[in-house]
């Protein structure tokens, strides 16, 4: 089985989701909440907190609960943080890929922005409308689309082989349908982050957002077509078979809500 296999069965498994959820309870701070152990500041949202371990996962050792689910052998940090500690001790580690999707105005690209480095590729289809009309965001006259998938495709072959130094790639969108974002999620070797906000909390936002007021309707057809698409994650179980059966599937990392 390969590493990325075993690891990857092992951040699903629900003795780490279990023992995650623990550590940053038991570690929280009465007054100010979770510290990162790292930098020792507030971690605001769970979907920022990554448990680290302090010695590496490998295949030979992700089996061992000694090592594996050792909370002594485990930090609590920052995503940026981890990104950090990998960087300052010399780790080679592997262009990773990170697959952010949910609904419209669930807060996608704010948590990219506040999770990628400077060496990170972001690609976002509102980005690239900007990036090639000048034009105001999510003005994005349709007579362009054809150019903006074919240049997303280069960007997506890029990020699947892994082509230039770039150190994380993260792509935004709103994936609802299951077995697609998986199959992306099989092409680019990547891992699915979903930003879970509910469909009246996407709402709430629309009608506070002043930039929109002129298209709103457009915005509440956006929300409600992605809620009426959406198809979640199945449980373990479920998946198991349908990995089985078509051979796609790495299930959502993580689910945060906020």
């Known amino acids: 089985m390969s590493r990325v296999q075993t690891l990857s069965d092992f951040y699903k498994s629900h003795e780490w989701r279990r023992l995650r959820q623990s550590l940053m309870i038991q570690r929280s701070h009465p007054a100010k909440g979770l510290l990162c152990e790292h930098c020792k500041e507030v971690i605001l949202k769970d979907i920022d907190c990554i448990a680290h371990h302090i010695k590496e996962l490998t295949p030979s050792n992700v089996h061992d609960a000694t090592i594996a689910l050792n909370p002594g052998n485990i930090l609590l940090v920052h995503h940026r943080c981890h990104n950090a500690i990998h960087e300052r001790f010399g ?39 900007r990036a090639i009309t000048l034009l105001p965001p999510y003005d994005k006259p349709s007579e362009l689309a054809l ?88 449980p373990r179980s479920e998946f198991q078979e349908t990995e089985s059966g078509t051979g796609e599937g790495t299930s959502d990392a993580r689910k945060p809500k906020f």
């Open 91 to 129: 780790t080679a580690s592997a262009q990773k890929v990170y697959i952010v999707y949910g609904p419209p105005l669930s807060g996608k690209t704010t948590f990219v922005r506040a999770s990628k480095g400077r060496k990170d590729i972001v690609l976002d289809l509102d980005e690239l409308y």
């Open 147 to 234: 150019n903006i998938f074919q240049l997303r495709d280069v960007l997506l072959d890029q990020i699947k082989t892994r082509t230039g130094k770039w150190s994380q790639a993260w792509i935004i969108g709103g994936y609802p349908n299951f077995v697609e974002r998986e199959r992306l999620a099989q092409q680019l070797g990547a891992e699915i982050i979903y930003i879970e906000v509910p469909q009246e909390e996407c709402v709430k936002r629309l009608l506070q957002d002043r930039d929109k007021q002129y298209v709103q309707q457009d915005w509440l057809n956006y929300i409600h077509d992605w809620f009426l698409k959406f198809t979640p994650t199945p």
